[in-house]
């Protein structure tokens, strides 16, 4: 199934008894296959926001729509079977095997044996997970990691056109977040799902997000905007502060060494006169026969090797690391591609 | 009552053992058909008790788990039944169902009233929030979550209240003979002075009790494979 278009139309959430809605008039568009992060603190209303589409929790005013279609047309039980659905608890069925509970979208479907059998084992494979190893146990027997993913398996059973994430790698330690991020990240490269995606988290929201809506307490969107655009022209103070000090820092996190005009410097094999020239740095690298480098010529040590697809982020924090002004970039062959510098970090930093 | 006791005597014949009303393995032996019918009509007492009993504790569960003001009455009736004095239960009844089964059933069946409906609920209520919260948003409906998930997690709680009620059930009928419903009770009271008489038919108790509880046991961990996991 393909992807879906989401669309928040003065959505408003105002629980019986409260003053105060719990979101308030909340407008925006998430275009198919892009995901689009929900964060703010907490009491700003976004887990609310999100739950509201699959109709967990009901509008009382305003709109959503799925497609161009209202979500308030729907009956809930069938509207929800056809969005993924992924919490930071997971939420796992300890009673059922791995395989029962991504399973259980297309046995409410009403899917034939052998259909789920087959999809259960791609979608566990799909999550990085080995079918054989896997599907028969039962959740209490897998590490918080694997549970994850299992969740995320469940989710996608039947490949629905929109996903809701709440916090989905929030309780997870921070190494094996990264990796269940990138493992994300790099899935989605793959299905291009529409994703709702919440979290607290203003790191996680820049890695995840195409678009960030950056919510406030009494459920105000503050600013809806790429991660790049947030970060370098905040909407108004409480986006400001709550993007964080570093936010310069930040910006080099979305921007990878592939992306930028390295310098060029002359390279040199062993024994050989360094040859003529215009460059951007005038200290000759060392190279093997294959092009990797060996070592400036003034003969110190030509580390730290930054690759292409560092983000500048990496790339600065190992050259600071190195007390170094320059640092090799080698391709996937460990070729030399170019150098970078400290000062093109900056350069880049000053383009919007 | 007094009949009874004579007839066993007389029909013990002139072994000194049963004269002393001892410990006497051959009267066992040779008087074991006798307890055959108490024994099968306990089994029935207790069985059917505790089966009535489930039946409505379920009912009441299911439908106090949704509608939450109704598990104080539920909790405050039941426990009443409960604290009446079983003796006393079996003769408020008489003048009402008169003797007989019925009326040993209907005294037997309040007493699990109160454990069932409490142990049905707490299994449910123990239901991880967020099991019910991915149900309800992957779409099943209230009553698929309830079949497919809150009740099959709820099994561990409802059968530790059945194998309580099942355990006391069998000791409460051995008091059903005053309601004139027979069981084990009868034979215990008939001869209370023998020793065989009462280890026989309290052994028979016993092995009841133990047996029901091992079955529920047994069931529990067939049905539950992933709480061993």
Known sequence: ?352 | MILAQVQIHNRAGDDSCVADNGFCPNWIWDNFDRYVDPFWGHVYLTVVAVAIGFAISFALALVAYRRRWLIGPIVNVTAILYTVPSVAAFFLLLPVTGRGTTTALIALVAYTLLILFRNTLAGLDNVPDEAKDAGRGMGLTNRQLLWRVELPLAVPEIVAGLRVAATSTVGLATLAFFAGAGGLGEQIFADINFKSNVVTAGGLCVLLAVALDVGFLLIQRAVTPWSRA
């Not at chain 1, 993913?149 to 996903?163: F, I, N, T």
């Not at chain 1, 406030?216 to 600013?223: H, M, S, T, Y």
């Not at chain 1, 996937?332 to 383009?351: K, M, N, P, T, Y």
């Open chain 1, 1 to 352: 199934m393909k992807a879906a278009t989401l669309e928040f139309k003065e959505a408003t959430k105002v629980y019986a008894g409260a003053t105060e809605p719990a979101v308030d008039h909340l407008s925006l568009e998430v275009p198919a296959g892009e995901i689009c992060v929900l964060v703010g603190p907490s009491g700003c209303g976004k887990t609310t926001a999100m739950r509201m589409v699959n109709r967990m929790i009901e509008i009382t005013d305003g709109d959503i729509l799925l497609d161009g279609r209202s979500v308030t047309e729907r009956r809930p039980a069938e509207l929800r079977r056809e969005i993924g659905y992924a919490i930071q608890q997971v939420g796992l069925f300890p009673h059922m095997t791995v395989a029962a509970n991504v399973a259980t979208v297309p046995r409410l479907l009403g899917w034939d044996k052998r259909r789920i059998a087959t999809r259960v084992d791609e979608l566990l494979e799909l999550v990085s997970l080995d079918p054989s190893q896997t599907r028969d146990r039962y959740p209490s027997q897998l590490s918080g990691g694997q549970r994850q993913r299992v969740g995320v398996a469940r989710a996608l059973a039947v490949d629905p056109p929109l996903m809701l994430m709440d916090e989905p790698f929030g309780a997870i330690d921070p190494i094996n977040r990264e990796r269940l991020q990138n493992e994300f990240l790099r899935l989605q490269a793959e299905i291009r799902k529409t994703v709702v995606f919440v979290t607290h988290d203003i790191d996680e929201a820049i890695k995840m997000g195409d678009r960030i809506a950056v919510m406030q307490k009494g459920g105000r969107l503050a600013q809806y905007a790429p991660p790049s655009e947030l970060l370098s022209s905040p909407a108004n103070a409480f986006v400001e502060d709550f993007v964080g000090a570093d936010r310069g820092l930040k910006r080099l996190s979305l921007e990878r060494v592939r992306d930028i005009d390295l310098w060029r410097a002359p390279l040199v094999r062993d024994g050989e006169q360094p040859p003529d020239g215009d460059y951007d740095l005038d200290y000759p690298l060392v190279v093997d026969e294959a092009g990797r480098p060996l070592r400036w010529l003034s003969g110190s040590r030509a580390e730290p090797r930054i690759e292409l697809d560092d983000v500048l982020r990496d790339a600065l924090s190992e050259m600071l690391e190195e007390e170094t002004q320059y640092a090799p970039v080698v391709d996937e062959r460990g070729v030399v591609a170019g150098v970078l510098s400290i000062e093109i970090i900056g350069h880049s930093l000053a383009q919007p």
